[in-house]
T-cell receptor
Framework: GENVEQHPSTLSVQEGDSAVIKCTYS??????FPWYKQELGKRPQLIID?????GEKKDQRIAVTLNKTAKHFSLHITETQPEDSAVYFC???????????FGKGMKLTVNP | KAGVTQTPRYLIKTRGQQVTLSCSPI?????VSWYQQTPGQGLQFLFE???????NKGNFPGRFSGRQFSNSRSEMNVSTLELGDSALYLC?????????????FGAGSRLTVL
């Protein structure tokens, strides 16, 4: 089955810096890669996603890149703000199925 | 429109008991997935239902079971509770009839096993 590895597990940056979170996956048939943000005590919420037929996608300060050959994808956050502080989870579909396999999460702290 | 609703939000059980958690998906969403969230382990997939059928299953013991009703509402059950079952159980719904798609999560049911 699919295995998703996420690193680093924690990251602390200064406000205004950029942050990059990297994930690798094992199933070459995976075709959907979402990123979720979970603030303390709240539910995970989708922030951006990408499908395997696209290499990069941007939405304001966040972007996701996908390298299918290397089987890794990354989340880039520019001009970080304190409200970006949260746990970020990457996920990959198991093949083309409805099952999403999540990484273990990365805690991002943005210091003002 | 209303989001994904999970009940109860909090519950405390003792070892050996069983528990049933409920999830009402977003109106029109027919796929419901369940995840277990524990510190350091992220979100671990339990199962996914569509049209009252379990389509996908994770690697959890048979003590964990679920079902889906004709109105797409879903329940999961954990029997013979163990201390390690203490976790936040998240339900998510999706509009997709097939293939992976956006999951919208509920607030979760936090289970404590004493």
């Amino acid at each position: 089955g699919e295995n998703v590895e996420q690193h680093p597990s924690t990251l602390s940056v200064q406000e205004g810096d950029s942050a990059v979170i990297k994930c690798t996956y094992s199933d070459s048939a995976s075709n959907y890669f979402p990123w979720y943000k979970q603030e303390l005590g709240k539910r995970p919420q989708l922030i951006i996603d990408i499908r395997s037929n696209v290499g990069e996608k941007k939405d304001q300060r966040i972007a996701v890149t996908l390298n299918k050959t290397a089987k890794h994808f990354s989340l880039h956050i520019t001009e970080t703000q304190p409200e970006d502080s949260a746990v970020y989870f990457c996920a990959a579909s198991q093949g083309g199925s409805e099952k999403l396999v999540f990484g273990k999460g990365m805690k991002l702290t943005v210091n003002p | 429109k209303a989001g994904v609703t999970q009940t109860p939000r909090y519950l405390i059980k003792t070892r050996g008991q069983q528990v049933t958690l409920s999830c009402s998906p977003i109106s029109g969403h027919r796929s419901v997935s369940w995840y277990q969230q524990t510190p350091g382990q992220g979100l671990q997939f339990l199962f996914e239902y569509f049209s009252e059928t379990q389509r996908n299953k994770g690697n959890f013991p048979g003590r964990f079971s679920g079902r889906q009703f004709s109105n797409s509402r879903s329940e999961m059950n954990v029997s013979t509770l163990e201390l390690g079952d203490s976790a936040l159980y998240l339900c998510a719904s999706s509009p997709a009839s097939s293939g992976a798609n956006v999951l919208t999560f509920g607030a979760g049911s936090r289970l404590t096993v004493l």
